[in-house]
């Protein structure tokens, strides 16, 4: 299953169907209405003729599409969650297109104008539900002739993993078990179906091309043991799930993906739903764009203030660790003399002799942090969401808080709730209390959370308060 081919596939189709949609609903007001299409049809600008909106219209309607997170996981998306997404996308460009646009003719009547709405939301949402549901049909026949499927791993081979391999067999139509991984001498399974242990887990991943694995251990296991084998999984682009134990199921994250399969957890999967992922990339898009432009300025003023101030670069490289547990390069501007760790990293502190002069402030109103808008934009960071940690202090932490491997299921931030309530951290321990703010953060994603955030955040800068 190809997932570029497939969301290029829906974005044709959703072109396709808002360009009959637009002729269809200017035959119907040439029809009902006696409207001349070629000559008094005007969009905001009089300019505009018929022909260009046949460009802007499907633009604006596979934007709304993005906008309300259809393109996210659509592989996985259910006969229903087309038909509500549908409606909604569908509602909300009717809405638009009477709004925004200049229709000389819907001031006839008001009983024309909502007619005219209630056509155009009935033509775009059947033309747009037809050929997505034709493609849905594919997708689901291709599941079922095993054309496509889901490679399904299971780590364990007690009880439970025993149990979760028969309810896969036997109700999960999209995905083929491939084998059981050992962790452990107890074996319930028949011994032809362990493909190996976890030293071999690379390998067992690759052969078998597996897309998804269940961390099924039973009940008697160690929580750090659950922990260690998530982190060692994260590497590989795979889908994550555990089976639950009483506190995910009180606390609500357990989730049931299929009625006849015990809930899981999944770990690979925000907490945000797929509009709101979408929303939220898209002004991280905007934000971080229009920021670099508008502080161009200053970018251009501290980097002659850096390099004026001590030796060395303007800006400053260093490894961090991302979504997925993936490694990326972010980007600050320069705060401390050159050889400061000398290969031995070392956290900083408020009266830090590392930093230079133009360093202070620039670290006091987090100046410095300007130039990780880059990284926002390429789509390494977010706006708002966990700061990333170096390898180093990661293995640090998980000795202590094994459980910091759930934060690779976002991408990292720029601010977040645990910056802001502990600021710069200049030892484990207060690494490990901003981790524990950034998981409950993170379970409680949403945009009015993270305005809330950005706000805390502008007040952090406006008064000084960076370290």
């Known amino acids: 299953m190809n997932k570029n081919r497939l969301f290029l596939k829906y974005i044709l189709f959703d072109i396709l169907a808002a360009l009959l949609v637009w002729v269809a609903f200017f035959i119907f007001r040439k029809l009902i209405n006696d409207i001349e299409i070629f000559d008094s049809f005007r969009i905001l600008v009089p300019n505009y003729d018929y022909f260009s909106s046949l460009i802007l219209f499907p633009f604006c309607c ?3 599409h ?13 006969r229903i969650s087309v038909i509500l997404s549908t409606i909604s996308s569908s509602a909300i460009i009717s809405v638009s297109v009477f709004f925004a646009l200049k229709l000389g003719d819907v001031i006839v009547s008001y009983e024309y104008f909502y007619f005219s709405l209630l056509v155009l939301f009935g033509l775009l949402f059947c033309f747009t539900f037809l050929f997505r549901d034709i493609i849905f049909s594919q997708i689901q026949h291709n599941y079922k002739t095993k054309k496509w499927t889901i490679n399904t791993l299971i780590i364990g081979t ?53 897309q998804e694995t269940i961390v099924a251990l039973d009940n008697d296991a160690e929580e750090k043991e659950l ?12 889908e994550i799930q555990f089976t639950p134990r009483l506190f995910e199921i009180l606390i609500g994250s357990a989730k049931i993906s299929k009625l006849e399969i015990s809930p899981l957890v999944c770990i690979t999967k925000s907490s945000m739903s797929d509009w709101e992922a979408s929303v939220k990339r898209f002004f991280d898009i905007v934000i971080s764009f229009v920021s670099l432009l508008v502080l161009s300025p200053f970018i251009f003023y501290f980097s002659i203030k850096i390099k004026r101030d001590s030796k060395g670069p303007v800006f400053y490289r260093q490894e961090r660790i991302g979504r997925y547990g993936r490694p990326f390069n972010i980007i600050k501007f320069r705060t401390m003399y050159i050889g400061s760790e000398n290969g031995t990293p070392k956290l900083s ?5 590392r930093v230079t ?48 491997c759930l934060l690779y299921k976002i991408r990292p931030g720029l601010t977040s ?33 993270d305005a ?16």
């Open 66 to 78: 993005y906008l309300a997170g259809f393109y996210l996981n659509s592989q996985h998306k259910t």
């Open 62 to 64: 596979v934007f709304v």
């Open 417 to 449: 709730w645990g910056p802001i309530k502990i600021g710069y951290s200049d030892s484990v321990g207060k690494m490990i209390e901003r981790l524990n703010y950034d998981i409950i953060y993170m379970e409680n994603m949403s945009l009015a959370t």
């Open 349 to 353: 502190s408020a009266n830090d002799d």
């Open 158 to 210: 007690g009880d439970n993993a025993k149990k979760i391999g028969d309810d896969i067999e036997k109700y999960a139509q999209q995905n083929t078990l491939k084998g059981f991984v050992s962790t452990s001498n107890k074996a319930k399974v028949a011994n032809e179906r362990i493909v190996g242990n976890l030293s071999q887990i690379a390998s067992i991943i690759e052969n078998l091309d597996i």
């Open 227 to 238: 922990f260690n084998i998530i982190n060692l999984l994260y590497r590989f682009n795979i």
């Open 357 to 404: 002069p133009i360093g202070k402030i620039l670290r006091k109103y987090r100046i410095d942090e300007i130039p990780q808008f880059w990284n926002i934009l390429k789509g390494d960071m977010s706006l708002v969401g966990p700061r990333p940690e170096r390898r180093f202090y990661i293995n640090k932490i998980t000795e202590k808080a094994p459980y910091y």
């Open 452 to 467: 809330k955030i950005l706000m805390y955040t502008f007040e952090i800068i406006f008064k000084g308060k960076g370290i």
